[in-house]
């Protein structure tokens, strides 16, 4: 039996979470496949089209 709005994440309550956002923050590489393929086609794109 769920009680609506109220999720539980083993991970969050383990710490997990806070030690990666803390590494994103301080390597500037982020820890998800979402963040990293923002960041990754930014770099990309930023190289095919910089100005001289």
Same mark, same amino acid.
């Not at 709005?5 to 500037?28: D, E, H, M, N, Y």
């Not at 820890?31 to 960041?39: A, S, V």
């Given at each position: 039996?769920?009680?609506?709005? =109220?999720? @539980?994440? =083993?991970? $969050? +309550?383990?710490?997990? /979470? +806070? *030690?990666?956002?803390?590494? +994103?923050?301080? /390597? %500037?590489?982020? /820890?998800? $496949?979402?963040? =990293?393929? #923002?960041? *990754? %086609? $930014?770099? *990309?794109?930023?190289? =095919? @089209? #910089?100005?001289?």
């Amino acid at each position: 039996m769920k009680i609506p709005g =109220l999720s @539980f994440s =083993l991970k $969050r +309550a383990i710490g997990i /979470t +806070a *030690v990666k956002q803390k590494i +994103a923050r301080k /390597t %500037g590489i982020p /820890t998800t $496949r979402q963040g =990293l393929e #923002r960041k *990754v %086609g $930014r770099s *990309v794109l930023d190289y =095919l @089209f #910089r100005k001289k």
